[in-house]
């Protein structure tokens, strides 16, 4: 799934919160310090909003990813900031045009769920980085979503007669289970960098029917909308009205795969 159509309000989407992210990566950085996995890839690397904060840290990144849209808005970041190592192709994760063992560690953000042909990808993944390399998967919460408020759109378009599904990756077992069969072993990292995340319900509403989220961009028009207006209404009706704000708990967490 390519994010061209959304690139523009990608970022503002995906809040988090700075602390936060500030310490995660600063976490990456004491385990996989850059003097010894100087070298980083990262499959999907969008608009940099990872890539950039980890070169400033002292890597060399290079990425890939199919949105040219998004790619456009990190080449006007990395314009800023001409010195930073940081280097990026359109390409399809599935199919990489570096050697093998290119690359001392990978990280990937959010993107296994938007892949259809998931398993490949991860193979091209690790066929680029050297052998016995970690990779980190880190999730970075909610952005300026409300879970209970995405549930119910995920709910009426159930209600309506389609279910959302991603394309990727559907259930949270299939990747642990991929990666351990792969002879990796598998440390979660949570509980470390948590806050509670103000959302504006005005604002996560447009949003949603803007299709700025994955989920609603997989909905067929007559059900996302018929949704979205369901929705709407009844908000309204538990809120009295939309420009209020709620808070919902979320976290940034990571999956560590390394050698068994």
């Not at 909003?49 to 002292?58: D, N, S």
Request: aromatic content about 10%; charged content about 25%; glycine content about 6%.
């Amino acid at each position: 799934m390519s994010f061209d159509c959304i690139a523009s309000v990608y970022d503002d989407t995906r809040i988090f919160d700075q602390a936060c992210f500030n310490a995660a990566l600063d976490y990456i950085v004491s385990r996989f310090p850059p003097l010894k996995y100087p070298a980083i890839f990262e499959p999907g690397i969008g608009t940099g909003r990872i890539a950039i904060p980890l070169a400033e840290r002292g890597y060399k990144v290079t990425g890939a990813d199919i949105s040219a849209e998004m790619l456009k808005i990190l080449a006007d970041k990395l314009a800023h900031q001409p010195s930073l190592p940081v280097k990026f192709i359109k390409q399809d994760i599935t199919s990489l045009p570096y050697p093998d063992a290119s690359f001392d560690i990978g990280i990937a953000v959010h993107i296994f769920h938007l892949i259809p042909a998931w398993q490949k990808a991860i193979d091209e993944i690790y066929r680029v980085l050297k052998p016995n390399a970690p990779l980190i998967l880190m999730f970075t919460g909610v952005g300026n979503e409300d879970r209970a408020i995405s549930q119910r759109y995920n709910d009426l378009c159930s209600e309506y007669g389609y279910t959302i599904k991603h394309i990727g990756i559907s259930a949270k077992t299939e990747l642990p289970v991929y990666l351990t069969g792969l002879g990796r072993r598998i440390e979660k990292i949570g509980g470390l960098w948590q806050w509670r995340q103000h959302v504006h319900v005005d604002r996560f509403v447009a949003d949603t029917r803007a299709r700025k989220y994955s989920d609603a961009r997989l909905a067929p028009d007559a059900i996302h909308f018929k949704a979205m207006d369901t929705l709407e209404a009844e908000l309204k009706q538990k809120y009295g009205s939309l420009a209020v704000e709620t808070e919902t708990p979320t976290e940034i967490t990571m999956m560590l795969v390394l050698p068994a």
